[in-house]
């Protein structure tokens, strides 16, 4: 058995009010629909403030983020979806869209970035600290796997 709960209107105008005052608009918009799935039993109280408070930061989070790109004068958000390959047939689509599915990440393998000379000084690098356990395992390509001293 549920207990219904009964919410009192001035409550919930109190609310509201508290909402206008700490300049809550997603919150307020969606208070009346979060109450009625409250008295029925729907939610319980925590999940109702939960779940007013979860879609505020959203809507916060997005606004900060899109107003970011606009200070940072971004043009549009790009995607590999709507990049045009034929434009650049030096780019294979079928590696570029391999890396983005990050499955190296799974196979403990290494993508190296920059100019081979910037390679090598990363990897005498690494092969003279401590994080490489010999350094013919480097060059080898073996994976560094479970080892406390290399999950920093």
């Known amino acids: 058995m549920s207990t219904r709960v009964e919410i009192v209107p001035s409550v919930v105008e109190r609310i509201k009010q508290s909402m206008v005052g700490l300049k809550m608009p ?3 918009e969606i ?3 979060t109450v009625r799935r409250l008295e029925r039993g729907e939610v319980s109280a925590l999940e ?3 779940a007013l408070l979860a879609e505020e930061f959203t ?3 997005n606004r900060r983020v899109k107003t970011a790109l606009v ?3 971004l043009s549009t958000i790009k995607t590999l979806a709507g990049f045009d390959f034929t434009f650049q047939p030096s780019l294979d689509k079928n590696r570029i869209m391999a890396l983005a599915e990050l499955g190296f990440i799974d196979r ?3 993508v190296l970035c920059g100019s081979p000379v910037e390679g090598l000084i990363r990897q005498e690098a690494f092969r003279a600290s401590e994080n490489c356990p010999s350094p013919s395992a480097s060059l080898r390509g073996e994976p560094i796997r479970d080892r406390p001293e290399h999950n920093r």
């Open 26 to 28: 997603r919150a307020i």
């Open 31 to 33: 208070l009346d629909a």
């Open 48 to 50: 109702a403030v939960d």
């Open 59 to 61: 809507l916060r989070e």
């Open 71 to 73: 200070m940072a004068r």
């Open 108 to 110: 403990s393998e290494v």
